[in-house]
């Protein structure tokens, strides 16, 4: 009888904070299978499931919510999974803070971002929902399904909008499993195809050559590399290797080419 009891008021507060949300502008909808409200109704408490909506038409579901409506803050843990369907954002992770004033979104534990084009994965991530910015911090990896492209780094940086990729610290990049990129800080232009990075890098390409250079810039479409004060360690066979030291060269993957002085 207790239980029904519980359930009955769960069902009956959901409804009727559906009803407040409406009329009053809530910051969030909730529908949960059980519902806690402390201090004086500052504080409401999810469990078991559930989801919160917030009146943009974004949600997240998780397994407990925790929301202070003094502070605007709501914190979500277990099988976290945020969505946007207008942005076609999705964001899942072990727990997430949502701090609504600021409209940002911090999780905490295998962490992944994704949409049709991209993956981003970390340990921690940081989603500015106003400037459409997301912030990976350790082990981040973002992966580009259009161009075939990972990139590995200690921090990785997505601003959507202009569809830009930062990194920060050591960064290694694969491209199509064919081309291997190890340098730091490198910016990466999605539209163009653009790989830069104006530190010290070393590319293998599919042919087993080596490349040291001060700076690089590569184009993905057309699989060209650019770079200055460039150390070139060319496979000739198994057992024999070339070197070549170029103050700048452009180096066409594509058709096993180069131009260098």
């Known amino acids: 009888m207790r239980n029904k009891l519980k359930s009955y008021l769960s069902i009956l507060f959901c409804f009727f904070l559906l009803s407040k ?25 999810g469990y078991k499931s559930g989801t919160a909506t917030s009146e943009d038409g974004s949600r997240i579901t998780a397994e407990n919510f925790f929301y202070n409506k003094l502070t605007n803050i709501l914190e979500a843990s277990g099988n976290v999974q945020y969505i946007d369907d207008i942005k076609n954002i999705v964001i899942q992770s072990d727990k997430a803070i949502y701090l609504k004033n600021e409209e940002k979104i911090f999780t905490i534990g295998n962490s992944k971002a994704l949409n049709n084009n991209n993956t981003i994965t970390a340990s921690n991530l940081e989603y500015d929902k106003i400037k459409n910015i997301f912030e990976a911090k350790k082990n981040a990896v973002a992966y580009d399904y259009e161009r075939d492209t990972t990139i590995y780094a200690d921090e990785i940086s ?47 390409d599919d042919s087993g050559n080596f490349y040291k250079l001060k700076n690089f810039s590569y ?34 993957f594509k058709n096993k080419s180069h131009i260098a002085k």
């Open 21 to 45: 949300s409406v009329n009053s502008n809530e910051p969030f909808i909730f529908d949960v299978t059980e519902i806690e409200i402390l201090e004086d109704g500052n504080q409401i408490n």
């Open 158 to 204: 997505y601003f959507k909008n202009e569809e830009i990729i930062f990194t920060k610290g050591k960064t290694r990049a694969l491209i199509k499993n064919k081309y291997e990129f190890n340098s730091k800080n490198i910016s990466f232009y999605r539209i163009l195809g653009d790989l830069i990075s104006k530190e010290k890098s070393s590319v293998k």
């Open 219 to 252: 184009n993905i479409n057309k699989e060209l590399l650019k770079g200055k004060e460039v150390e070139v360690l060319a496979k000739v066979d198994k057992e024999k290797i070339d070197k070549y030291f170029f103050s700048e060269g452009f180096f066409n």
